[in-house]
């Protein structure tokens, strides 16, 4: 077969052609591409900066507001003192902490707060678990160590507790609270020899659910502590994760839910001082942040 060389000629013509098109269309297609790339950066780097610069402005806020809350924080702890002072001459208080979540120390720094405000502190008596009644023996030797005739569990229980309290506010010995103590279920500390007690302090709210015993401690406590017809409070730290002020406000003439702070602990001693009651914090709960303080209470 004889080929036409004008077809050879053509054909090459037309591959040439392609190829010059392709490379024409490429370089038009990776500049337009090239400059879409360039914008993308240029828009990345924009955004970069003005992020930047939100970050520099909130930090700045951040340590204006760091700062501001450190002068407050100073404020506080200055003025404290001088609106506690010698408020609470001759008041004998014991606190009684129904739930052992949070850290002890938080209750001891309210013994300080108490003294500085001239009270007596006699003691905290912090309650680990509840009584198990379904032990035989340990019923039997609860009704021997605290003098009681009950047998029946519903009675029996309240008794206990009317017991307990008693003991507390009267300050006259605390063989059965050892005897407890020695059960797990109870921590003494303080003297429990020292006389009358006027005031009782709840503290409970804890940081699991798995040590809130409110219905088998907190409930029998108040209500014995009614009994007594003496001054009872319901207290916890404004960080406890389980709240007990729903309890505390059905039962307690007076609760705070932020006794850790300043603004909880001086409302604390206005309440004991003055003998006004209500319902005060930060938490839902609570009517108002603080009571209207007079200077002279």
């Not at 360039?38 to 970050?55: H, W």
């Not at 005739?149 to 307990?164: G, Q, T, V």
């Not at 409110?214 to 017809?229: F, S």
């Not at 007076?254 to 206005?270: A, E, F, K, S, W």
Request: charged content about 20%; some cysteine.
């Amino acid at each position: 077969m004889i080929v036409d060389i004008r077809y050879h000629v053509v054909s090459l013509v037309a591959v040439f052609l392609a190829l010059g098109l392709g490379i024409v269309v490429g370089a038009n297609l990776g500049r337009n591409v090239n400059l879409g790339f360039e914008k993308q950066i240029q828009n990345l780097e924009t955004t970069y900066e003005k992020i930047r610069e939100d970050q520099r402005v909130l930090q700045a806020t951040i340590d204006a507001k760091d700062y501001e809350l450190e002068v407050a924080n100073q404020f506080q702890k200055a003025i404290v003192p001088n609106l506690i002072g010698n408020k609470l001459l001759g008041k004998r208080v014991a606190i009684l902490r129904t739930n052992t979540s949070v850290d002890f120390r938080y209750p001891k720094q309210l013994v300080d707060l108490l003294r500085q405000a001239g009270a007596e502190v006699t003691s905290i008596t912090s309650f680990s678990k509840a009584m198990n009644l379904s032990d035989p023996q340990f019923k039997n030797e609860l009704i021997q160590a605290f003098d009681l005739h009950e047998a029946d569990d519903a009675k029996l229980f309240p008794a206990i507790y009317n017991k307990i309290v008693d003991i507390i506010v009267k300050g006259q010995g605390s063989s059965q609270l050892v005897y407890l103590q020695n059960k797990d279920m109870v921590q003494l500390w303080g003297d429990y020899n020292r006389g009358y007690a006027d005031t009782l302090i709840f503290w409970g709210g804890g940081m699991i659910f798995e040590n809130n015993f409110q219905k088998d401690i907190d409930v029998p406590l108040l209500d014995a502590a009614r009994n007594q017809g003496i001054t009872f409070i319901g207290v916890e730290p404004s960080f406890a994760v389980d709240s007990y002020m729903k309890l505390y406000q059905s039962k307690c003439p007076n609760t705070i839910d932020n006794i850790d702070t300043p603004p909880g602990q001086v409302t604390l001693v206005y309440l004991l001082a003055s003998g006004k009651k209500g319902h005060y914090g930060i938490k839902d709960t609570a009517r108002a942040l603080i009571p209207e303080i007079r200077l002279n209470y």
